[in-house]
């Protein structure tokens, strides 16, 4: 069965881990997406490690940070800085339906392989730029990193522990989102090219995701005019909804309303804090938190976090453990829903890989292959998609144009 995107071609010249989940999320759906790696070492994540991914027959020579973003792709190893390379990656435009890339503003204009360079060539082409700050505006020109997005897009300064360090998130999760950001927005884009018959630009930015995913902590602000603080684990807009010490370890409890409040003070042995009037209702818990929280720190503490988990579960109120990663794919939730799935790639054999969490009905993902090994699809792109044949290619990986795997 065919991909719900089966139909669509994607050149992925982008590196790192924003554009790269995007290319990942689209093949994922089904299309065919062509990596676009410089000769020698390709993608700067193939080196960041350790560690380096086991299969089943041989270790490999690729960090696990680049497993996490390049399945399903075609890796065709190409220089841009070279004529021939950039004649290369023009007729592939001239078939293709997307481009994503990452350079810096005006990186692949020196190349001719900017959108304005290219567009001519392929009308319908929608063409996707990720950048730290934008094409335009004060910052264009700077080079945007996760970590530092994080920091000056404000989630640091709501994550953390009121009176420790700003924290960054545990995850390159500024990244991840852009990443999302941009497969939603080729995908629209490609729905609108249906319709008009043309394609578009899309100018996507690290620090606008960042600063859009601040979700209710941006309207908290724009509400209020006051700039919310680090709280921890607990919520600005729910009380009680944070992790709580047990006599063993840590539990999540995430009361959502009043009467799953009203079912924990019973389990707990305190049925009359949910009538009191300082906590009977989520803003006056909200209001008083500090009031609130002190009482409840005991109560946890009476029993373990498996009992706790347990005893909440069984009336409807919402909580957890909070799991290591090693304890997350021992989850029977996470092993029904095949969350770890197995890859086949060329040199060793099976290695591991996450699984993309959506679940279609009519267009399942098929999960085709691991990572590619550098230059792995060189040859099969050029003579398949080009019609290249085998003394052309042999001149262009004498000339260093091109690197096969």
Known sequence: MSGALSHIRVLDLSRILAGPWAGQMLADFGAEVIKIERPGNGDDTRGWGPPFMQGSEAETSEAAYFHAANRGKQSVAVDIAKPEGQAIIRELVKVSDVVLENYKVGGLKRYGLDYDSLKGLNPRLVYCSITGFGQNGPDAQRAGYDFMIQGMGGLMSVTGEPDGMPMKVGVALVDVMTGLYAANAVQAALLHREESGVGQYIDLALLDVQVATLANQAMNFLASGQSPGRLGNAHPNIVPYQAFPTIDGHIILAVGNDQQFKRFCEVAGQPELSSDVSFITNQKRVENRAELIPLLLPLMQQHTTQQWLEKLSDVGVPCGPINTIGQVFEEPQIQHREMKVSLSHRDAGAVPSVANPVKFSKTPITYHQAPPVLGEHSTHVLESI????????????????????
């Open 386 to 405: 080009l019609g290249m044949d085998s003394a052309e290619i042999e001149i262009l990986c004498n000339q260093g144009v091109i690197q096969r795997g």
